[in-house]
């Protein structure tokens, strides 16, 4: 009936009885005639288990060795999920990242994929097989094992969808769909029944950890029907679409949270033509990505730029400054950790000015403080201390009617 990427998620193959239950979901699928190519994550957190292992060695281990390291705990699942629909009596062949033909660019820890040859998959589709494929993880043309970076496996699957142009990428995690807010947080929180590409892409890139950036971000370009599921229940997920419903009246769409953030102030830096060119090269030569950005001036001569940046890569950013303060002509570095960042998405902010007004307006009604602040058509973001983030995440999801199944009306929309 068509070609059909799944993608389980390291909670749904987190012991062997989950792992019999996806080779029953995947069994109902082949029954049906559908040709089947599924992505699976490492089991539970096996991830951690093995990132914390090798802490154990090294306080900062080899990049490379790492993905070395890493890239086997997808191995793991994928043969065991093979295993299991081979005792279930259906055919099935499981592959890593590099025999299914997927290369990276030359990037360890958060490779990107270049390009996929998709020969090998085609022909074990043909022979009838399902083809389980090791999320997460790829090969550069240099010969290296690669990974995509936490959250890859879910690159890992859109890839494979617009490689093959199958007919649905369904994404299996352990919880039903894309809700407005994290359910652990907001337990009033509402699943959506479809969110467009952008809204998706930005509560993603803003922490909503039910989907990669980079899988939102390929599915949008190369048009892969998404959908998020539970692999738990069977009902109806939510779906990731080109236009998503307007008609419902919704302004904001969800809160997304991200408690992952550190600020640094480069103090001092000269006021000239080409000053943020220059830092922001020299951080992006050494794989360091930046968010929130802010410049401030207090004379002519000298100006301050702020950013944020995740906290995992504060030790990397702050190395990659001093190495290079010389150059860059700063006077010192300021940093501040403890943060995060708290964000209101919608499609509908567009036409409705006050948006953001009202946000602040709830911090503060709840005291909290905003350090920073960054804005799009479709987002409004604030950086806030880290011990106020769900405080912050339940009174914005409540102010905007995201707890009740009608949106209500506040003060400035």
Known sequence: MGLIVQKYGGTSVGTIERILRVADRIIE???????????????????????????????????????MLLATGEQVSIALLAMALHQKGY?????????????????????????IDNGRIQSELKRGRVVIVAGFQGISEE????????GGSDTSAVALAASLNADKCEIFTDVSGVFTADPRVVPAAQKL??????????LANLGAG???????????????RLVVRSSFTPEEGTYVEEVANMETGRVVSGVAHDEDVAKVTVVGMPARVG?????????????????????????????NISFT?????????????????????????DHEEGLSKVSIVGAGMVNNPGVAADM???????????KMVSTSDIKVSCVIPAKHTELAVRALHTAYGLDVAEQAVVHGL
């Open 309 to 333: 940046v995740a906290s995992d890569d504060l030790r990397k950013t702050l190395d990659t400054l001093a190495r290079n303060q010389a150059n860059l002509g700063f006077e010192k570095v």
């Open 91 to 115: 055919d099935a062949i499981s592959l890593t990242g590099w025999q299914a033909g997927i290369t990276t660019e030359s990037v360890h820890g958060k490779a990107r994929i270049k390009h």
């Open 210 to 224: 039910v989907l990669h950036p980079r899988s939102v971000e390929a599915a949008k370009q190369y048009k892969v």
């Open 275 to 303: 000053t943020l060119s220059r830092l922001f090269n020299t951080l992006a030569d050494n794989q360091v990505n930046v968010d929130i950005i802010i410049q401030s001036s207090y004379d002519a001569a000298v100006t």
């Open 193 to 202: 029944d479809s969110i467009s590409y952008d809204e998706m892409l930005e």
């Open 29 to 67: 699928y082949k029954q049906a005639g559908h040709d089947m190519v599924v992505v699976v994550s490492a089991m539970g957190k096996s991830t951690d288990v093995l990132v914390d292992m090798a802490k154990q060695l090294s306080p900062y281990p080899s990049e490379r060795e790492m993905d």
């Open 360 to 370: 602040f307006r709830v911090l503060a009604e709840n005291e909290i403080s905003i």
């Open 143 to 150: 010969g290296e094992i690669t990974t995509l970076g936490r």
